[in-house]
């Protein structure tokens, strides 16, 4: 073991994580690498294109220059923890029935990111969700679909709320 490692301990997917972590190594690389959950990926390593998004306390980080220590004590979450008992989220899922992606890379990120804004935006225009997933690339250019994507994934999210709003404006 190397003498400038350090005990790192964190919440990944909900589950508790205790490894020895290099000084320079990124999260992505302990997610990926000590975890074994691969579905952020590393693409430019610079934090230009969105491809390796971590979601650190509730904020989605670049993976592939976040320092690993900064991750000590946080709840940490991947796409592997985004689908619940086996059922994929909203966002998981209009992204396949809208055919919005090709090669996948990029995919992960695109939805960690889409399902940022949308629970913050839950009905955002094409122009808001343009602009928030600016920082996401995506070399095979799924735009369009991903565009079509997220605009389901809103209006399944506002039905599905809708839906458990009490109708009676006594029992709110
Ligand atoms: S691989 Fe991290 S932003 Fe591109
Ligand atoms: S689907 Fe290939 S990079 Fe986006």
Redesign the pocket.
Known sequence: MSTTSTLLQFRLNGEPVSTQVEAYETLLEVTRTRCGLVGARE?CGQGLCG?CAIVVNGETVTGCIFPAMHAEGCDVATIEGVAQDGKLDAVQQAFIDCG????????SG?ILMSRQLLHRNPDPTDAEIRNYLAGN??????YPE?LAAVKLAGERMRAVRSQAAPTDPLAR
């Open positions: 693409s491809c919005a992606f090709q090669c996948g890379f990029c995919t695109f690339l995506c070399r095979c250019g799924a991903i």
